[in-house]
DNA sequence: CCGCTCCTACGACGGCTCTCGTACGATGGT
DNA sequence: ACCATCGTACGAGAGCCGTCGTAGGAGCGG
């Protein structure tokens, strides 16, 4: 290891490249839009460690590629942890209010439900 | 005939019914996210022979069924006619500002695209 | 009554998705 | 050097999804 910036690095599109289909499917899963969710309420990046999910590794590192692949999150490894960010402003300028309104809405629906 | 609202009527659900998991991937399919531009733009509701669709119309069937049991839209006979509207204060009321960021940013990106 | 149009139901097919288990690479600490 | 931790890859299975064709029901107009 020449530095600790060896880390392997992921394919994320571009932000010209995001698609509004891939991202409302993105977070058309429960689990996903748990994650966002988290991620939107926390100041710094979450190692995708840090979620407890209902589900296995396996599958949570598949929630993860498809939240990276649709856009929605940008991910950099750390050492042996994968540091897991929303692209806020990268969204907010190709769907400006978009983010915003699915957190509402997600925060509105449990209220509901609760 | 005793009147011509014999007509059959259709399952929508309850406001209160409506998830937000259920919208948003009703509106990630291409097809069913161009139905609902339309319809937010047509001031009166819109038969389903109005849409000029690049699939069938058993799949054009499929499509309508997916967005009014998502409560998307509400649907309602008219003779052989089938009359679709977007449920927009019950959508606002549940989710305030979802389906006009939606919307607006279909466009946005209709028009980065082009 | 007959036909026309609009839409539906059903079955089918290919593909994608969510899920998992097991086995493995990569990193960092001891 | 070793091991523990974190995440990945791969394969697999069950289920859903988008698509179609064909056949048929419901209503309207003649």
Redesign the interface.
């Known amino acids: 290891m020449t530095e600790h910036d060896t880390a392997r690095t992921l394919a994320h599109p571009e932000a010209?490249e995001i698609?509004?289909?891939?991202v409302?499917?993105a977070?058309?899963?429960?689990v996903r839009?748990s994650i966002t969710r988290d991620l939107a309420v926390s100041a710094a990046d979450l190692a995708c460690s840090h979620f407890d999910l209902p589900v296995t590794k396996s599958t949570t590192t598949h929630h993860f590629r498809v939240l990276r692949e649709s856009g929605v999150v940008r991910q950099t490894y750390r050492g042996t942890t994968k540091l897991n960010a929303l692209r806020r402003e990268e969204l907010e300028a190709?769907?400006?209010?978009?983010l915003?309104?699915?957190l509402?809405?997600?925060a509105?629906?449990e209220a509901?439900l609760a």
Chains 1, 2 share one sequence.
């Open positions: 010209a698609r509004l289909e891939d409302l499917h977070l058309s899963d429960p839009l190709l769907f400006p209010g978009l915003d309104s699915v509402t809405a997600a509105a629906e509901r």
